[in-house]
């Protein structure tokens, strides 16, 4: 079982940033692959951005959000630049306890989810 922590949500006025962190238990975290996503008000769930061997970003944030991770610490990141009013949903992190260029679905384990709100 991988519990996974989120934290880095908020308020950010348009052309803002923020950085999502999210802690994860397990002791061969170097392992996961490691996703974001976001469930805007109204919308389904969508894909941001993955990372295990590479980076893998949806077209709607490439360019602007970076992912990443500290295998030391048990976290991956994603920094959000250059924020805007449609990035506004409620951010997940999710982990596979594997490494696979399947990275846009099929993860199992799932964060509470952190809020991020950009105003125009």
């Known amino acids: 079982q991988v519990q996974l922590v989120e934290s880095g949500g908020g308020l950010v006025q348009s052309g803002g940033s923020l950085r999502l962190s999210c802690a994860a238990s397990?002791?061969?975290?170097?392992?996961?692959?490691m996703g974001w996503f976001r469930r805007a008000p109204g919308k389904e769930r969508e894909f941001v951005a993955a990372?295990?061997?590479?980076?893998y970003y949806a077209d709607s944030v490439k360019g602007r959000f970076t992912i990443s991770r500290d295998n030391a610490k048990n976290t991956v990141y994603l920094q959000m630049n250059s924020l805007k009013p449609e990035d506004t949903a409620v951010y997940y992190c999710?982990?596979?306890?594997?490494?696979?260029?399947?990275?846009?679905?099929?993860?199992?384990?799932w964060g509470q989810g952190t809020q991020v709100t950009v105003s125009s």
């Open positions: 990372v295990n061997l590479g980076t």
């Open positions: 397990g002791r061969t975290f170097s392992t996961y692959t």
């Open positions: 999710a982990a596979k306890t594997y490494l696979t260029i399947t990275v846009r679905s099929g993860y199992d384990y």
